[in-house]
């Protein structure tokens, strides 16, 4: 695998489900981010991890629950989420504090029913 | 609140014609600037990043940064269909009071169609 991974790609859930996504960083970065991009709407930081700290848009529903075990892995929880949670969901990667030049991966299509 | 505006488009340009992109940001802090890619469906792909003043040529792209205007701008040359794409701006304004991590803000991209 190379570059930024994500699974799954598509998610369809109900509102009382709660699922996990995942994201894998194969290019040795310190920094991962977890995006929403809903249509007609600019891409969205949900929230940034570097080895030193955490960082949250503070407009985030706490149905959101992002997990960092190591800089090379980032998870976001899902819980009892809402039908206008249904966007694409993107990770991204960096190397901090330069470049900082932030490369994405492939994004998870959610559907909220 | 920090804002990136593209100008909305969408865009419409012949096979072989230049396309241009503009953006504007509202931080005056802001170091360094991104144009992406975004194929629909797609996540989004960099094509270009520019970090001073003045023109960065890569192949058929150019990216203009003028930080005493707020603007930074994407030329496409020789545009191709293979172009046709959603086009988003990225500006990282720095790092926060507090924090060492910058902020990456995004506009709301440009639609460029490019026809043969």
């Known amino acids: 695998e190379t570059g930024v991974t994500q699974t799954p790609r598509h998610l369809v859930m109900g509102m009382t489900n709660k699922k996990s996504l995942k994201c894998e960083q194969h290019l040795g970065h310190n920094a991962m981010y977890w995006y929403k991009q809903s249509a007609k709407k600019p891409l969205e930081l949900m929230f940034v991890y570097s080895l030193e700290e955490r960082v949250e848009n503070n407009s985030v529903p706490s149905r959101f629950s992002p997990e960092c075990p190591n800089s090379s892995h980032l998870f976001l929880h899902l819980h009892t989420l809402q039908p206008e949670d249904s966007a694409l969901y993107l990770c991204?990667?960096?190397?901090?504090?330069?470049?900082?030049?932030?490369?994405f991966g492939p994004g998870t299509r959610l559907t909220v029913l | 609140q920090k804002e990136v505006e593209q100008n909305s488009g969408p865009l419409s340009v012949p096979e072989g014609a230049i396309a241009s992109l503009n953006c504007t940001y509202s931080?005056?802090?802001?170091?360094?600037f991104f144009w992406y890619r975004q194929y629909s469906g797609k996540s989004p792909e960099l094509i270009m990043s520019?970090?001073?003043?003045g023109d960065k040529e890569d192949g058929r792209f150019t990216a203009q940064l003028n930080k005493a205007s707020q603007y930074v701008s994407l030329l496409i040359r020789d545009s191709q269909p293979s172009d046709s794409a959603t086009y988003l701006c990225?500006?990282?304004?720095?790092?926060?009071?507090?924090?060492?991590?910058?902020?990456?803000?995004f506009g709301r991209g440009t639609q460029l169609t490019v026809w043969p």
């Open positions: 990225a500006v990282n304004t720095g790092a926060d009071r507090g924090s060492t991590l910058g902020r990456l803000y």
């Open positions: 931080d005056r802090g802001s170091q360094s």
């Open positions: 991204a990667s960096s190397q901090v504090p330069t470049p900082d030049t932030q490369y």
């Open positions: 520019i970090y001073s003043n």
